[in-house]
Every structure is written in C-alpha cells, then in structure tokens.
C-alpha cells in the first residue's frame, strides 16, 4: 500500500531526476472514442511520482486506438525500463477515476490526497 512516507523517501531520491516510475501494468480501460461511443481496450498503466512527493497514473489506450501517435523515447536515465512503461508514463492520458486510481495503486487517505489530478 503506498504511503505518505513512501511518495516523501521517493520524492528526497528525486529532486533532481524528475518523475520517477514507480508501478506499472496491464489493464482493460473503456475509452471515449468520439461522440458515437466507447470502446474497450488493454492498454498499460504507468504510475509516477513528482519530485515533490505527489504522484499520478497514466495510461496508453489512445495510443493502443492509433488516436495519438506514439512517440519514440531516448532514455538517458540509465533506468532498464519497458519502453511501453516509459512512453505511458511520458505521453500518456491521466487517469481520474478515484475507484480506478485506488484499485490500480491502493494508497493510504493521506498519500491519496497527493494525487496530482
């Protein structure tokens, strides 16, 4: 379960490194396409936190949609990530759903309040 102490040591780690992946995975998403309707698909989630201690989730199902183009992405870091992970957590759509939210990362109350929506 992720805690404010947790977002707080990730975030000391962080302060010159930028947003830092830290959970990640696979998840059937319904996505609104158009004005004509919805469409399910599985796309990956990428969860990431900020250098000061706040944090998000991500997720690439327009890009699964061919809606958004997919970008290419240099890693520098040094960091051995999936790039599928990277590029959701880089240029993926943010998720709002707070029964989503809790259910793909479960969080104290108090980390909970860190989400950046």
């Known amino acids: 379960m992720l805690t404010e102490e947790m977002l707080d040591h990730a975030a000391t780690d962080r302060r010159s490194s930028g947003d830092k992946i830290f959970a990640s995975g696979q998840i059937l998403l319904e996505i609104e396409v158009d004005y004509n309707g919805k469409s399910v698909v599985e796309c990956t989630w990428s969860a990431v936190v900020g250098v000061i201690g706040d944090w998000s989730i991500y997720h690439s199902g327009y890009f699964q949609l061919g ?18 992970v990277a590029q959701t957590a880089a240029y993926g759509r943010k998720i709002y759903d707070d029964n989503l939210i809790q259910k793909l990362v479960p969080c104290t109350e108090g980390a909970f309040k860190r989400y950046r929506f």
């Open 67 to 84: 809606i958004m183009r997919a970008v290419n992405i240099n890693q520098t870091s040094g960091e051995s990530l999936d790039p599928e």
